[in-house]
Structure formats: structure tokens, C-alpha cells
Nanobody
Framework: QVQLVESGGGLVQAGGSLRLSCAAS????????MGWYRQAPGKQREMVAR???????IYADSVKGRFTISRDNAKNTVYLQMTSLKPEDTAVYYC???????WGQGTQVIVSS
């Protein structure tokens, strides 16, 4: 079965950095677009970044210039490098196989001011 396992979340001060990882199994990773989403308390889940099978990327306006999505097809892993973190980035971050119902369990990111 498909499994997406996120890691790398934690507590960080504003201005700090974190790198999230999502290890995928049960899919042909290299041919799938992958995405990172987040959900803050009381808010809807929102797209943060996506990367196509060919490496093209798109970002939410709120994270452009601060977050970078990348993938390593040899490791079946997608990453989200987050820099200049702000308190409003606090959320549970989820990995997704784009255009599917496959989601990870989420990893919590808390940015303190």
C-alpha cells in the first residue's frame, strides 16, 4: 500500500529554518508530482508547494522566496526547506501525491515569536 512518512518538524524561533522530509513507498515515485500542504488550527488545509515529476515547482505566495521544495527520486523522498520562518507558518505540514487521496500523517511545525 501507499505510505507517506513525514519527518523534520519541530519547534523553532522566528527567523529560523527547518527541513521537512517525506519518504514515499508503494508508488512509482519518479512519475508522480508531489506536494506539501499545511493546516493551521481553525483554518483550512492549504497548498504550500508542489513539484512535478520533471522538477517544475510552484509555491504559495506566502512562502515564495523562503521555502524550497525538492525531490530525490533515488530515495523516493520529497523535501521542503523552510527558511526565515514566521509565527504564521505554524501548522501541521502534510505530504501529498498530487491529484490523489494519498496523504502522510503530518508533522507539526511551531514557530515561536
Amino acid at each position: 500500500q501507499v505510505q507517506l512518512v513525514e519527518s523534520g518538524g519541530g519547534l523553532v524561533q522566528a527567523g529560523g529554518s527547518l527541513r521537512l522530509s517525506c519518504a514515499a513507498s508503494g508508488i512509482v515515485f519518479s512519475i508522480n508530482a508531489m506536494g506539501w500542504y499545511r493546516q493551521a488550527p481553525g483554518k483550512q488545509r492549504e497548498m504550500v508547494a508542489r513539484i512535478s515529476s520533471g522538477g517544475s515547482t510552484i509555491y504559495a505566495d506566502s512562502v515564495k522566496g523562503r521555502f524550497t521544495i525538492s525531490r530525490d527520486n533515488a530515495k523516493n523522498t520529497v523535501y521542503l526547506q523552510m527558511t526565515s520562518l514566521k509565527p504564521e507558518d505554524t501548522a501541521v505540514y502534510y505530504c501529498n501525491v498530487v491529484f490523489t487521496y494519498y496523504w502522510g500523517q503530518g508533522t507539526q511545525v511551531i514557530v515561536s515569536s
